[in-house]
């Protein structure tokens, strides 16, 4: 492994390292009340996000779902102002309008955040559709989930996406379940990439807890992408090892089938991966773990000291130009 | 009790997954709860040992109870404490409708104030109204009328009400200690002379208007021995009793026409005896008249009583919940006393104290009268 | 200042942005090459081509929101629903971003996005083709809504819309499209939130938006004639909406019918209604009325139709009802 390979492998372990701990951070202020409502977990498909991110330009747009913190933080959106907004404080990254569920992020290109499902896909097609008309060569990544692909919105978003050869990459992270039902049961074709050969549009699967898999094969996706060759369905494979959200007793799936797959961890594939090829020491680890832990205490801090935002601020921002 | 859901406010116990003396490491289960959305596991965020379990399987709480103690091991970075709330939101700020202005010349009178007017035959021109911009409502007309037929006052039967209400409010409290304070009764007889003489002293120092009564006395040595058996300045809350920091003796004043108020004298024992008679002047003035603040009614930690003037060498108390003690006082009497072997007329108070023997015993409640008596035998010090 | 046509009024304006903002575009079921469903956009696609007159699908919920993110990504789209019928399809994306975003965001984004909807009945098209709903989209906070009466408003609402930096739902009556009125086209951009007094009066205020407007100065011409003298007003914004012009109104005359094509229950006129007695309750002699759409599904005959839909005679006997009682 070459230097360059090595300092790129263990940046990539970090990036899944700190969404890790950030993710266990935050189930643990959950319990204390300090994050209200939903929060949704990314805990397993660290890979996705990290991975995916590598094929994309700080120029690229992005689109994600209410299960994007990953993406945040591999967007290199700071842990700090994620915390703030999870904690509802206006030092958050949306002034804590949002939550966990609809973090943004203009100087990075990072549009929310959604929690209406599929809801992203009409949008994430507009920002290609104002890149093709304005001759801008850049590529809008669009995540979602495999329940949105139920959505009209999603055949919708597809067909006007290849009828126009728009500039977008259909990131379609399948964790197998749709909230509570299982893919086999929502999807009369569960092979979820073949659903792009009905729109004519070009498509690819690959194993979401494989990081560099996921890395080779976005950069292959978006490259199509970028040529101008029309949009692209990558559908990558994952699990999520918590349950959809705190809300959830896990009624629908095994603890077996969830401790199987907890065997494919991302990061722990990776890490051995490492040490097998003799570039990462116990002494690397220890050390990337410390960095990041005191990245998230660090967040944590940022959090608590924010300011709630004024009552008096109440619709300002509800139409640009209301003082 | 963490909070798992979103609505979640409390949860039951289940089952316990580890037991006193297990190590634990992050991310370990250590007990299932059951919420409303189901049966959910419970894990540990920081390593330790489970060193005492709190809360028993089958317990329903609600979050934020402490379920068990886990000694921190590693000494990981401090939790932040639990949620501080954010500012409380008033009622959203809406704007005032806008409002027209009123034309010239034209009458502001609600449609239902004129028609009301027409059945009176009263001339809503000659009437003051009292809604936004001087608009005539219905109760303005309604008293233009009323004025026209003026009706006498119901004073005494407004005051008779009032007092009825508050012996029934007496009442309530009352049978309600009796019913839940466990209550044992201590009392010991206090040799007043050093007091008296020293007070009768003090008082030619004084200004008329400044002088002391015995009563201030009798109050501060209550304030001081609390100091020495804390316990009894406590209040009771829910299931168990708190220390109060701070001394606020209410003192009892009886109010005319029958009832009893015990407002606080706050910071009882950091007051000087004259700022305490001035204290308790206007007290009694206020309760006469009043114009107690709720704050008075709703702090003391401690409650004394004296039927000095009522004439009985000595009263035992119903403690005023939520406090945990009432100390009472009878009438200074001359009673034969022996000092140094031989038989003297002495001045004696008759101390009581009633007390709630979930908080306190015999032996502390006459610690607490032993102080009363030591204090007040040295009352230049009080 | 010359006579056109509602529809080429609209035209003209949309001629004129695609003229001189590269950034603008249309974006809408046939507005390219049939022309346009009700022939608003006829002609465009000759002269812009089809990049910037486009076709879209049958997908209004992707197409209305594809507007959204060509909006954040720097384009002025100009979407067009063809009727509000179909919008309901788009709801989601016009209620959970189109009015959301900018708030959600922290203040971060905002959508410059137009959207045209032809509104209203009276065509006999029965009760899937022949909603009044602009009312429900004023509920909204978060976008704008126009409904321009006039052609001179018509045009002059594109203009102010792609002015605007939120999004603005602009609802064109089904029936005016081929009314002529003055039109001055080298008149800037409408003003958005302002209502005028169409007809001015001092026995009776009557406020009314869009389609109706016509009927409402039918019925203030009828009540002329026997010497009743009603003051018309045309709200032309819904959200924001003007209440100082109404109250004003209100204030003068101390009677106000508010006609609205919406069903009666939970209408844009129980708004109006509402603000009226708030802020000019002391002014009236009489309780607002309402004259609104018959609680029923549209119906497709004929005379079923104009028994459910407000018309002159109705809103003539609201305020004679009015004065006979209370004068």
Not at chain 1, 248 to 255: G, H, Q
Not at chain 2, 85 to 96: I, L, M, N, Q, Y
Request: one cysteine or more.
């Amino acid at each position: 492994m070459t230097d360059i390979d090595r300092a790129h492998a263990l940046a990539l372990l970090r990036q899944m390292l700190l969404i890790r701990r950030f993710e266990e951070k935050a189930a643990e202020l959950y319990t204390l009340g300090k994050i209200r409502g939903f929060l949704h977990l990314y805990i397993g498909e660290e890979a996705v996000a990290v991975g995916a991110m590598q094929a994309l330009t700080p120029e690229d747009g992005i689109v994600a779902t209410y299960r994007e913190h990953g993406q945040a933080l591999a967007r290199g959106m700071p842990a700090g102002s994620l915390m703030a907004e999870m904690y509802g404080k206006a030092n958050g990254c949306s002034r804590g309008h949002g939550g966990s569920m609809h973090f943004f992020d203009v100087s990075r290109r990072f549009y929310g955040g959604h929690a209406i499902v599929g809801g992203g896909l009409p949008v994430a097609v507009g920002l290609a559709l104002a890149d093709k008309l304005q001759g801008r060569a850049r590529v809008t990544a669009c995540f979602f989930g495999d329940g949105a692909v139920a959505e009209g919105g999603f055949h919708e978003s597809l067909n006007l996406a290849a009828l126009w050869k728009l500039p977008v990459l259909f990131l379609c992270e399948n964790n197998l379940y749709a909230m509570g039902t299982a893919l086999a049961r929502h999807q009369a074709q569960p092979d979820i990439r073949r659903k792009a050969d009905s729109y004519g549009m070009r498509s690819d699967a690959v194993d979401g807890m494989d990081v560099l898999a996921v890395e080779a094969a976005t950069r292959r996706a978006a490259e199509h992408v970028r040529r101008g060759d029309g949009p692209f369905l990558l559908e990558l494979r994952t699990y999520r090892f918590r349950a959809h959200s705190t809300a959830d007793p896990e009624l629908y799936r095994t603890k077996e089938e969830v401790t199987e797959w907890k065997r494919r961890d991302p990061i722990d594939l990776f890490t051995a991966w490492l040490q097998a090829a003799g570039a990462l020491s116990a002494a690397d680890l220890e050390s990337l773990e410390t960095s990041v832990a005191a990245e998230i205490d660090e967040a944590v801090r940022f959090a608590e000291a924010g300011p709630w935002e004024p009552v008096e601020d109440l619709t300002r921002d509800v139409y640009t130009g209301t003082p | 009790m963490p909070i798992l859901t979103a609505d979640m406010s409390a949860g039951t116990l289940v089952e316990w997954r580890k037991k006193p003396g297990d190590a634990l490491k992050r991310g370990d289960i250590i007990a299932l709860v059951e919420t409303d959305k189901g049966l959910i596991d419970i894990e540990v965020f920081t390593p330790g040992v489970l060193e005492t379990i709190v809360v028993q399987p089958g317990a329903t709480v609600p979050t934020g109870t402490v379920l068990a103690v886990i000694r921190d091991e590693a000494a990981t970075g401090a939790l932040p404490a639990p949620a501080g709330a954010p500012p409380p939101a008033p009622s959203p700020v809406v704007p005032p409708p806008p409002v027209a202005p009123a034309p010239p010349g034209r009458l502001r009178i609600s449609p239902l104030a004129r028609k009301l007017a027409a059945e009176l035959g009263i001339d809503p021109a000659a009437v003051r109204g009292t809604g936004a911009g001087g608009a005539i409502r219905r109760e303005d007309i309604e008293q233009a009328a009323a004025a026209r037929a003026a009706a006498p006052a119901e004073r005494p039967r407004a005051a008779l009400e009032r007092q009825a209400r508050l012996r029934q409010a007496i009442a309530a409290a009352m049978a309600r200690s009796k019913r839940e304070i466990p209550h044992y009764y201590l009392a010991t007889t206090i040799d007043m002379h050093g007091a008296m003489t020293w007070l009768a002293e003090e008082n030619l120092k004084r200004s008329v208007p400044d002088r002391l009564l015995y009563g201030v006395l009798l109050i501060k040595a209550v304030a001081l021995a609390l100091k020495e058996v804390p316990e009894l300045n406590s209040v009771w809350r829910g299931s168990e009793p708190v220390r109060s920091e701070a001394i606020h003796v209410g003192v009892a004043i009886s109010l005319r026409g029958g009832g009893l108020v015990a407002p606080a004298l706050h910071d009882t024992a950091g007051q000087s005896l004259g700022d305490l008679m001035r204290s308790f002047r206007d007290l009694v003035l206020r309760a006469r008249s009043g114009g107690l603040r709720s704050s008075e009614l709703s702090d003391p930690t401690i409650t004394v009583t004296s039927l000095g003037e009522q004439g009985v060498e000595s009263v035992f108390g119903i403690i005023f919940p939520p406090q945990v003690a009432i100390v009472g006082f009878g009438k200074i009497v001359e009673r034969p006393w022996a000092v140094g072997g031989q038989l003297v007329a002495r001045p004696v108070v008759t101390a009581t104290l009633s007390a709630d023997h979930r908080v306190s015993d015999g032996h502390r409640g006459g610690l607490f009268l032993a102080a009363v008596d030591r204090l007040l035998q040295a009352p230049a010090l009080l | 200042m010359s006579k056109m046509s509602y529809r080429d009024a609209i035209r003209s304006a949309l001629r004129e942005a695609l003229r001189e903002d590269p950034r603008v575009f249309l974006m809408g079921e046939d507005v390219g090459g049939y022309g346009g469903a009700f022939k608003v956009s006829y002609g465009l696609i000759e002269e812009f081509g089809p990049e910037r007159v486009r076709d879209t699908p049958l997908c209004e919920n992707t197409f209305l929101g594809a507007g959204i993110g060509a909006a954040l990504g720097g384009m002025r789209p100009i979407v067009e629903i063809m009727t509000v019928n179909f919008s309901l399809l788009a709801l989601d994306q016009i209620v959970n971003n189109a009015a959301t975003l900018r708030h959600m965001s922290g203040g971060q984004l905002s959508v410059p996005l137009v959207v045209r909807m032809t509104t209203g009945g009276g065509r006999q098209l029965a009760a899937q083709h022949s909603h009044s709903l602009e009312g429900w989209f004023a509920h909204i906070p978060g976008i704008k809504i126009v409904v321009p009466a006039l052609a001179a408003d018509a045009r002059g609402f594109v203009l102010a819309a792609l002015r605007d930096p939120d999004p603005v739902f602009i609802f064109e009556h089904a029936t005016l499209y081929p009314v002529e009125g003055e039109v001055d086209e080298q008149a800037g951009p409408a003003e958005i939130g302002r209502a005028l007094v169409r007809r001015a009066g001092d026995a009776v205020s009557l406020v009314t938006y869009g389609g109706t407007l016509g009927k409402a100065l039918q019925a203030a011409d009828e009540l002329a004639v026997d010497g009743i003298q009603a003051e018309v007003i045309d709200l032309r914004s819904l959200r924001p909406l003007d209440t100082e012009t109404i109250l004003a109104s209100v204030a003068k005359t101390h009677r106000a019918v508010i006609v609205d094509e919406g069903w009666r229950t939970c209408s844009f006129a129980a708004e109006v209604s509402a603000r009226i007695m708030e802020g000019g309750f002391y002014s009236l002699d009489s309780p607002v009325a309402r004259v609104c759409s018959a609680e029923v599904p549209m119906p497709y005959a004929k005379h079923m139709e104009e028994a459910a839909l407000p018309q002159v005679p109705a809103i003539v006997a609201a305020v004679k009802e009015m004065l006979v009682a209370h004068g």
